[in-house]
């Protein structure tokens, strides 16, 4: 049997980057689902059939997901753990089928899992719970190792319903447990879970609970733990081998299992893997896991920490390493995904994270290095992490064979004699190729080079690796950008995007500035805002539907948004399709939530005012075909609208969803502050009334208290500063928000707390005032009430200095206006009303009029007529319907309109001789309502009017009371009734004894007769019969005894009296002091709020008071009818500014705004919770950077002990040869002297260090892309060859390549294959040999045996490989630049210099762009390659420019085809056009061609382009250099 280390070597791999091809049906794209994070969502889908989804569920998987079952039994001649006979796939006879051990043809035979093994729905998947563990279900599936990477992905994305990730996180390390520091295992679990749970990621391992995947289990574990509901689930997915899982019978369902063996008994033969499964066949029972470590043997148990697992199947039993192809492909498949969130589309990145690890580890590093994956090594983990980690910032010439095998001797003590030399080697030449890729290697070191968190240490990998890529400028950082957004790490972004390395531009960002809002990431929208985005230029037409377009389903606006497009789809008849969303719709909802007071924010647009996008705007994708949010901001200047007022719009798309920081942040940039908050406030209220979950209500409630709070705040330190600056600031009509002023918005909103502010009441007394001095008394103002010539001896002040005594008219004018003497005249006509009144209806109320009637009739038509005004006063244009609702929706006015009806309906009967004295009831009711208006009228006393307030609170409790109330007394009353009347047919009587004695009890008339005492026959009728007597109660036989019970209706009476006079009385007490309590706080600011209904009715009113008011409504009358004078609001309450005082009103305002803001910045710092936050950060940094000291302190002992030995034993040396030196002749020569060490190397040796990889990497002197162990599209590895051995001389004695020749469809124009020496007998070698030339540019080769040796070393395969001729291979690469120009002709620079473009060209399925060069077919001038885009007529132009162009290189190229006995050298020659008018160049760009017929035949279709030559250009590595070379030559920039 093999041993268990050798069986446990493939899972140690745990990264699986291998190399294997995709199968072609990975190449299907899964789309990607768009889900909601907003629990209101979740919580809908939650509604939806659990059954009919898990019936879907357990139908799709067998249909789709296979898994592999063996069908021969083949006996192995190995036994079982338990000692029992195996077929060679590792299971039992007791473990396969029937049918597979029944005696057949191909019993016997060798085992071929090819054959042997056949596909068949899978019978494992569905939830699992782990027994005895608190966990929540995971899930599982058990799938075929042939399944396709989109099968699996649809089914982790779509069924079971995961999010697509931002980051994929793939751990690989160690299988077998081992032990890790305390502090570096604390600071790797709340990493990676840190950067997994920020970033929205995905971490996949092996899935066993051991190892490295143990540790990543107890990471997720310990969050969960540690961590609320609201944080969301790490997802955590293994990805382990079927057959090597214990207690894996657990995980079959039973009724597939035993359905599915049943039928395969019968048809095996015949299944091939097509079967379905029956409806009946159900998976997800859910399986019940037992963790079994002691009694698992060889195979290992589940990780009970991982919340999914995809269980690999080849139809083996105890092999491992199954699952690390399927891995490879299904980690590379989501890879090449793309993340759609917020309008921005991103490839999900994915990176490694390596903790200890064998053999196995470094295969999986190195090909996760060699497919560009960046690679994070945690050092002090063990083993293959410290190996590489204590290397890797070595050049890679000091990596040599004796350094690694020193390195493994330390770290793998155990297992260190297994190590032959090969294996060395081979480990040698994988380390130097992972450390020369540093773009892609970071290593974690606990305390040093300032690393504090593995999350920091990963997403640096990640942008260190982006920033690698061979991108423009622009574009590499724009793809970090996406990437920190993505994974919403602004600290990132802050730490490692926005630096000095590179300048954005405002308009670069604001595609990300859309994502940002979109995802609501608030700390992104304040880090682009502070790096230049400026709203004005972000926010256009275009982007505000492209943000309500985006709104979240469960969003209430969105809902709301939707109605709105549906009446209008309604309305519109003859449209055949759906309404597009427009901001007018957006308009409609907004006015419903601001109130009519506003006008429409968002007009409804002529179409040919701006343009309109013509696509829809659902799925808005960067990186994909169609409208793109970044084309939203490439458009022209001329076709781009901008919003009115941008913060604004920002602001109410915001607060529409409830975001309160990002609403926070957008409200701090406004101008506009005070009413923006206003308008938020009410905004957020009107949404609270009609959301249905209560907490998104209640967060909706604190919002709005909170911009209520900032509205106040700023309002204070404006009027703080300047109070008649700040009482404009209310009333200045506001254009942004719908030409409303602050206080409409404020009243709107029902801010209380806002109105009753100091200074606003100020404003408000001074409105009431009108032009009079606020420190007149009242009695003044009566007396010059009754007397108005005292108005001009100066007994009232006014605070204008033109209104002196001497103006007459102006100050009676002034007098009579001002609402305070309106409001005091109408009070004492309307006591004269009242007393006029009551005179006639008490005594001078005839049958035929009175003159005090008819004049009441007068003063009542006045009335109506100044209640019609009222109505149809509409100084804003809201529409008499509107009008009328705000109207009506005031109780005093309800009650004014319900007095004058029933006036109306009372002079009516009164008018009619017969109806004369209902109608003298009808109008005494009335006078009753008309004397109840009289409290409105106190309301502005500043005594009475809270008190009036607490009044109306208190009604409510009343009723509320009586219901209460009405219980007992109708219980009590139909029980007494009954018990002592018998048969009372009278109704009015029944409603006397049942409610109105009842009523009465409770407040102490109680019945004479309850008792029988005070019983007398006198005072009752026996039979009902007197209408003015109550029925007598039950009595005997003679009529003079009651006969009923008077101990029950005594106990009755108690009880009644005990609950009704007690109990409910003095809870009717307690609920009034209880709403006194609680209006008392309060009161004064509902007065307030109050206060100013009644200031502007008064404000607006008709000076004189009823009846004289008929005359100021004729005036009226004449204006609005004849002259058609539109009614206007007083500028004292409503002031339309100009524009140059607007903005200086605004700017003032904007200014102390931001003091409001650094104010509740100061306060909040100084709260004791705050400084005491502080105070621990301080310290936690303390105490870290003491750590880190201490680490850095020894690490720089270290280095300088070593220096000072070095210094030491150069010292030593230098004096034993001037000791020598004396005594052989007494002077030396200055040549041999030694010298010491500068002291400088001493203090720096990182920059030493630094300077010498610079100096030696990449070429590193050796060629490099020829040694890649996996040469190109061949499935064939070279010998590993370290840097140390490349050149022939060095003795390598082990060296044995392989050999590797493909062979040509052109056999004529390449050499033979050479595994026979015969036919390479005829080659000539370092001659031109026949149309061949096989010299080289670096003078002669070795022929070893009849083949060429590489000049430049050992390459790892032996033969010509892919290339034609053994020996040198000649190319010529023509370099074809023009200099780069601006639309305006001039030449660009960067840097100073002139920058460069370069004719590149590419295939469809390539990644990178060439040089228009190669091979050349024999006795050719131009390559084969430049004739395919190069038109057949300028072949010999072009070969002209060739002979005069300027050879910029000749010599061997590094390419990865290169052998030991084949290479390929090229010349490179420059083809420079100085002119942007050359008459060659445009010969040569009307001359160029991307279609080419043979190549489209053949799929081999090329395309053409010029490029900036840029160190950054997509090209491959050695034409770069030919590049950098062209660039140095003309001094151009590179």
Request: some cysteine; glycine content about 6%.
């Given at each position: 049997m093999e041993s268990l280390d050798r069986r446990r070597t493939g899972a140690e791999q745990e990264e699986g980057f291998g190399m294997e091809a995709r199968r072609a049906t990975d190449l299907g794209m899964v789309p990607n689902l768009r889900r909601s994070n907003s629990s209101l969502s979740k919580s809908r889908r939650l509604l939806c059939p659990f059954i009919e989804k898990q019936e879907n569920l357990s139908s799709w998987i067998p249909e789709n997901i296979k898994k592999k079952e063996c069908v021969y039994f083949v006996e192995s001649s190995k036994l079982s753990d338990a000692g029992k006979v195996v077929c060679e796939c590792g299971y039992t006879r007791e473990q396969h089928l029937e049918a597979a051990i029944k005696p057949?043809?191909?019993?016997?035979?060798?085992?071929?899992?090819?054959?042997?093994?056949?596909?068949?729905?899978?019978?494992?998947?569905?939830?699992?719970?782990?027994?005895?563990?608190?966990?929540?279900?995971?899930?599982?599936?058990?799938?075929?190792?042939?399944?396709?990477?989109?099968?699996?992905?649809?089914?982790?994305?779509?069924?079971?319903?995961?999010?697509?990730?931002?980051?994929?996180?793939?751990?690989?390390?160690?299988?077998?447990?081992?032990?890790?520091?305390?502090?570096?295992?604390?600071?790797?679990?709340?990493?990676?879970?840190?950067?997994?749970?920020?970033?929205?990621?995905?971490?996949?391992?092996?899935?066993?609970?051991?190892?490295?995947?143990?540790?990543v289990g107890e990471a997720v574990r310990d969050f969960s733990l540690s961590s609320s509901c609201k944080e969301g689930e790490v997802i955590t997915i293994g990805v382990a081998t079927w057959g090597t899982i214990h207690n894996r019978e657990g995980l079959v369902h039973p009724t597939v299992g035993v359905h599915l063996k049943s039928r395969l008994d019968k048809k095996w033969a015949t299944r091939k893997g097509s079967d379905r499964l029956e409806p009946h066949s159900q998976g997800g029972f859910p399986a019940e896991y037992m963790l079994d470590e002691e009694g698992q043997g060889n195979l290992t148990c589940l990780d009970p920490n991982h919340s999914h697992f995809i269980l690999v199947d080849d139809g083996t039993h105890g092999q491992y390493g199954v699952e690390i192809p399927l891995r490879t492909k299904l980690e590379k498949f989501i890879s090449e995904q793309t993340k759609e969130r917020g309008g921005v589309a991103i490839k999900i990145p994915i990176v490694c994270v390596v903790l200890e690890g064998g053999p196995g580890t470094l295969h999986t590093i190195y090909?996760?290095?060699?497919?560009?994956?960046?690679?994070?090594?945690?050092?002090?983990?063990?083993?293959?992490?410290?190996?590489?980690?204590?290397?890797?910032?070595?050049?890679?010439?000091?990596?040599?064979?004796?350094?690694?095998?020193?390195?493994?001797?330390?770290?793998?003590?155990?297992?260190?004699?297994?190590?032959?030399?090969?294996?060395?080697?081979?480990?040698?030449?994988?380390?130097?190729?992972?450390?020369?890729?540093?773009?892609?290697l970071?290593?974690?070191?606990?305390?040093?080079?300032?690393?504090?968190?593995?999350?920091?240490?990963?997403?640096?990998?990640?942008?260190?690796?982006?920033?690698?890529?061979?991108?423009?400028?622009?574009?590499?950082?724009?793809?970090?950008?996406?990437?920190?957004?993505?994974?919403?790490?602004?600290?990132?972004?802050?730490?490692?995007?926005?630096?000095?390395?590179?300048?954005?531009?405002?308009?670069?960002?604001?595609?990300?500035?859309?994502?940002?809002?979109?995802?609501?990431?608030?700390?992104?929208?304040?880090?682009?805002?502070?790096?230049?985005?400026?709203?004005?230029?972000?926010?256009?037409?275009?982007?505000?539907?492209?943000?309500?377009?985006?709104?979240?389903?469960?969003?209430?606006?969105?809902?709301?948004?939707?109605?709105v497009l549906a009446e209008e789809h309604e309305r519109v008849a003859y449209a055949s399709a759906a309404p597009r969303l427009h901001m007018h719709h957006v308009a409609q909802v907004l006015r419903e939530l601001l109130g009519d007071s506003t006008q429409l924010l968002y007009p409804r647009p002529r179409y040919s005012d701006r343009p309109r996008l013509s696509l829809p705007m659902a799925h808005i994708k960067l990186n994909v075909q169609g409208v793109s949010l970044r084309s939203l901001y490439k458009r022209s200047t001329d076709h781009v609208?901008?919003?009115?007022?941008?913060?604004?719009?920002?602001?109410?798309?915001?607060?529409?969803?409830?975001?309160?920081?990002?609403?926070?942040?957008?409200?701090?940039?406004?101008?506009?502050?005070?009413?923006?908050?206003?308008?938020?406030?009410?905004?957020?209220?009107?949404?609270?009334?009609?959301?249905?979950?209560?907490?998104?209500?209640?967060?909706?409630?604190?919002?709005?208290?909170?911009?209520?709070?900032?509205?106040?705040?700023?309002?204070?330190?404006?009027?703080?500063?300047?109070?008649?600056?700040?009482?404009?600031?209310?009333?200045?009509?506001?254009?942004?928000?719908?030409?409303?002023?602050?206080?409409?918005?404020?009243?709107?909103?029902?801010?209380?707390?806002?109105?009753?502010?100091?200074?606003?009441?100020?404003f408000l007394t001074k409105v009431w005032w009108g032009q009079l001095c606020v420190d007149n008394s009242l009695w003044q103002i009566i007396l010059c009430m009754l007397a108005f010539p005292l108005l001009f001896t100066g007994l009232i002040s006014f605070r204008e200095k033109r209104l002196q005594p001497l103006c007459r008219p102006a100050r009676v004018r002034a007098f009579f206006n001002a609402p305070v003497v309106i409001f005091h005249l109408n009070i004492l006509s309307y006591f004269a009303f009242l007393c006029l009144f009551a005179y006639v209806l008490m005594v001078d109320f005839q049958p035929s009029p009175s003159w005090c009637e008819y004049l009441i009739y007068l003063w009542l038509f006045s009335l109506v007529c100044e209640e019609t005004r009222q109505l149809f006063y509409d100084p804003d244009g809201c529409g008499l319907k509107k009008m009328a609702s705000l109207y009506f929706s005031d109780f005093w006015n309800k009650l004014d309109v319900g007095a004058i009806l029933l006036f109306i309906v009372g002079l009516t009967c009164r008018l009619i001789p017969v109806t004369l004295y209902p109608g003298r009831i009808i109008l005494s009711l009335d006078f009753i309502m008309f004397c109840l208006r009289l409290m409105h009228i106190f309301t502005i006393s500043k005594t009475l009017g809270p008190k009036i307030i607490i009044v109306k609170r208190m009604m409510k409790d009343v009723f509320f009371f009586l219901f209460l109330l009405a219980v007992w007394v109708v219980s009590f009353g139909v029980a007494k009734q009954a018990i002592l009347i018998h048969n009372e047919s009278r109704v009015d009587w029944i409603f006397r004894g049942v409610v109105y004695h009842?009523?009465?009890?409770?407040?102490?008339?109680?019945?004479?007769?309850?008792?029988?005492?005070?019983?007398?026959?006198?005072?009752?009728?026996?039979?009902?019969?007197?209408?003015?007597?109550?029925?007598?109660?039950?009595?005997?036989?003679?009529?003079?005894?009651?006969?009923?019970?008077?101990?029950?209706?005594?106990?009755?009476?108690?009880?009644?009296?005990?609950?009704?006079?007690?109990?409910?009385?003095?809870?009717?007490?307690?609920?009034?002091?209880?709403?006194?309590?609680?209006?008392?706080?309060?009161?004064?600011?509902?007065?307030?709020?109050?206060?100013?209904?009644?200031?502007?009715?008064?404000?607006?009113?008709?000076?004189?008071?009823?009846?004289?008011?008929?005359?100021?409504?004729?005036?009226?009358?004449?204006?609005?009818?004849?002259?058609?004078?539109?009614?206007?609001?007083?500028?004292?309450?409503?002031?339309?500014?100009?524009?140059?005082?607007?903005?200086?009103?605004?700017?003032?305002?904007?200014?102390?705004?931001?003091?409001?803001?650094?104010?509740?910045?100061?306060?909040?710092?100084?709260?004791?919770?705050?400084?005491?936050?502080?105070?621990?950060?301080?310290?936690?940094?303390?105490?870290?950077?003491?750590?880190?000291?201490?680490?850095?302190?020894?690490?720089?002992?270290?280095?300088?002990?070593?220096?000072?030995?070095?210094?030491?034993?150069?010292?030593?040396?230098?004096?034993?040869?001037?000791?020598?030196?004396?005594?052989?002749?007494?002077?030396?020569?200055?040549?041999?002297?030694?010298?010491?060490?500068?002291?400088?190397?001493?203090?720096?040796?990182?920059?030493?260090?630094?300077?010498?990889?610079?100096?030696?990497?990449?070429?590193?002197?050796?060629?490099?892309?020829?040694?890649?162990?996996?040469?190109?599209?061949?499935?064939?590895?070279?010998?590993?060859?370290?840097?140390?051995?490349?050149?022939?001389?060095?003795?390598?004695?082990?060296?044995?390549?392989?050999?590797?020749?493909?062979?040509?469809?052109?056999?004529?124009?390449?050499?033979?294959?050479?595994?026979?020496?015969?036919?390479?007998?005829?080659?000539?070698?370092?001659?031109?040999?026949?149309?061949?030339?096989?010299?080289?540019?670096?003078?002669?080769?070795?022929?070893?045996?009849?083949?060429?040796?590489?000049?430049?070393?050992?390459?790892?395969?032996?033969?010509?490989?892919?290339?034609?001729?053994?020996?040198?291979?000649?190319?010529?690469?023509?370099?074809?630049?023009?200099?780069?120009?601006?639309?305006?002709?001039?030449?660009?620079?960067?840097?100073?210099?002139?920058?460069?473009?370069?004719?590149?060209?590419?295939?469809?399925?390539?990644?990178?762009?060439?040089?228009?060069?190669?091979?050349r077919e024999p006795g050719e001038m131009l390559p084969r390659k430049l004739k395919r885009v190069l038109r057949q007529e300028f072949w010999v132009p072009f070969e002209t420019l060739l002979v005069q162009g300027t050879e910029v290189y000749k010599g061997y190229v590094d390419d990865p085809r290169n052998t030991d006995n084949a290479w390929i050298e090229t010349v490179a020659v420059s083809i420079h056009f100085q002119g942007q008018n050359d008459v060659e160049l445009k010969r040569l760009e009307e001359n160029l061609h991307t279609h080419d017929p043979k190549a489209s035949s053949c799929g081999l279709q090329m395309s053409t382009e010029w490029q900036v030559v840029d160190r950054r250009i997509p090209v491959y590595a050695n034409h770069k250099t030919i590049l950098q070379k062209v660039a140095t030559l003309f001094g151009a920039h590179f």
């Open positions: 057949h043809t191909c019993q016997g035979k060798e085992w071929d899992p090819k054959k042997h093994v056949h596909e068949m729905p899978t019978d494992a998947f569905g939830d699992i719970v782990f027994t005895g563990l608190s966990q929540k279900a995971g899930k599982y599936v058990r799938v075929s190792q042939d399944t396709p990477s989109s099968v699996i992905y649809q089914l982790m994305t779509q069924h079971w319903g995961l999010d697509v990730p931002n980051l994929l996180i793939s751990v690989t390390g160690g299988a077998k447990n081992f032990n890790m520091k305390l502090r570096l295992k604390s600071i790797f679990r709340r990493g990676l879970v840190k950067v997994a749970q920020t970033t929205g990621a995905w971490i996949i391992t092996g899935g066993s609970h051991t190892g490295v995947m143990k540790q090909n996760a290095i060699t497919n560009g994956t960046p690679c994070v090594i945690v050092e002090g983990s063990g083993r293959v992490a410290d190996v590489i980690a204590q290397v890797a910032a070595l050049p890679v010439s000091e990596i040599t064979i004796s350094l690694i095998q020193q390195k493994l001797s330390m770290f793998f003590q155990e297992m260190f004699e297994t190590f032959t030399e090969n294996r060395i080697v081979e480990w040698t030449k994988k380390i130097q190729d992972i450390v020369r890729r540093r773009q892609l970071t290593v974690f070191r606990e305390g040093k080079d300032g690393q504090q968190d593995v999350d920091v240490a990963i997403l640096q990998a990640l942008l260190k690796a982006s920033r690698s890529q061979d991108q423009s400028g622009h574009e590499n950082w724009d793809h970090q950008l996406k990437l920190a957004v993505a994974w919403n790490r602004v600290d990132i972004a802050r730490s490692e995007i926005f630096t000095d390395e590179w300048q954005w531009k405002p308009a670069d960002l604001h595609p990300m500035m859309t994502a940002a809002l979109i995802s609501n990431k608030p700390e992104f929208v304040r880090l682009f805002l502070e790096n230049g985005v400026r709203l004005k230029e972000f926010v256009t037409w275009d982007t505000l539907l492209c943000l309500y377009e985006n709104l979240e389903p469960s969003c209430l606006f969105h809902s709301k948004l939707q109605k609208t901008f919003t009115i007022d941008p913060v604004r719009d920002l602001l109410i798309w915001a607060i529409i969803q409830n975001r309160q920081e990002l609403a926070g942040i957008i409200w701090a940039q406004s101008q506009d502050c005070i009413a923006a908050a206003l308008a938020c406030s009410k905004i957020l209220k009107e949404l609270s009334k009609e959301e249905e979950d209560t907490d998104s209500s209640e967060e909706m409630l604190a919002l709005a208290d909170e911009f209520e709070h900032r509205a106040i705040g700023v309002f204070t330190e404006c009027y703080r500063k300047d109070e008649e600056r700040a009482q404009k600031l209310l009333v200045r009509v506001s254009e942004a928000w719908g030409k409303a002023t602050c206080l409409q918005l404020a009243l709107e909103a029902k801010d209380m707390k806002f109105v009753s502010h100091g200074g606003i009441q100020a009842s009523y009465l009890t409770i407040f102490g008339q109680i019945p004479t007769y309850i008792d029988g005492v005070n019983f007398s026959m006198d005072q009752c009728s026996p039979n009902g019969t007197d209408p003015y007597k109550p029925k007598c109660p039950e009595s005997d036989w003679t009529g003079q005894t009651p006969a009923f019970p008077e101990w029950l209706t005594v106990t009755l009476l108690c009880l009644y009296l005990l609950f009704a006079n007690i109990l409910l009385l003095n809870l009717l007490i307690a609920m009034f002091n209880y709403t006194f309590q609680e209006v008392q706080e309060h009161t004064d600011q509902i007065w307030k709020f109050q206060r100013h209904d009644l200031i502007e009715e008064y404000h607006g009113r008709p000076p004189a008071p009823p009846p004289f008011i008929l005359l100021s409504h004729l005036q009226l009358l004449i204006k609005r009818i004849v002259l058609k004078i539109p009614a206007k609001r007083h500028k004292q309450l409503k002031n339309k500014l100009e524009k140059n005082e607007e903005a200086a009103l605004l700017s003032w305002e904007l200014y102390l705004k931001e003091n409001y803001l650094q104010n509740q910045q100061y306060q909040h710092k100084q709260r004791p919770e705050q400084k005491i936050h502080d105070i621990s950060e301080k310290v936690d940094t303390m105490v870290g950077l003491l750590d880190m000291d201490r680490v850095k302190r020894s690490g720089s002992v270290e280095q300088r002990l070593v220096s000072l030995e070095e210094q030491v034993a150069q010292t030593a040396r230098a004096l034993h040869w001037i000791v020598t030196t004396l005594k052989d002749s007494g002077l030396g020569s200055e040549a041999g002297v030694l010298t010491l060490a500068s002291q400088r190397a001493f203090d720096e040796p990182d920059a030493e260090l630094s300077i010498r990889r610079k100096a030696e990497e990449p070429g590193d002197g050796y060629h490099v892309n020829a040694r890649h162990l996996l040469y190109p599209n061949a499935r064939i590895m070279r010998f590993p060859v370290p840097n140390e051995k490349v050149p022939w001389e060095a003795e390598f004695l082990i060296y044995d390549p392989p050999f590797y020749t493909a062979e040509k469809k052109d056999m004529a124009l390449t050499d033979p294959v050479g595994d026979m020496a015969e036919p390479l007998s005829k080659i000539s070698y370092n001659i031109v040999d026949g149309p061949t030339d096989r010299r080289s540019f670096h003078g002669a080769y070795v022929v070893q045996y009849g083949l060429p040796l590489n000049p430049m070393g050992r390459t790892g395969l032996r033969g010509r490989g892919s290339l034609s001729w053994f020996g040198p291979n000649h190319t010529l690469q023509p370099v074809v630049t023009r200099w780069k120009r601006n639309q305006g002709g001039a030449i660009c620079r960067k840097s100073v210099r002139k920058m460069l473009e370069v004719l590149v060209m590419k295939l469809p399925h390539s990644e990178h762009w060439a040089l228009p060069g190669g091979s």
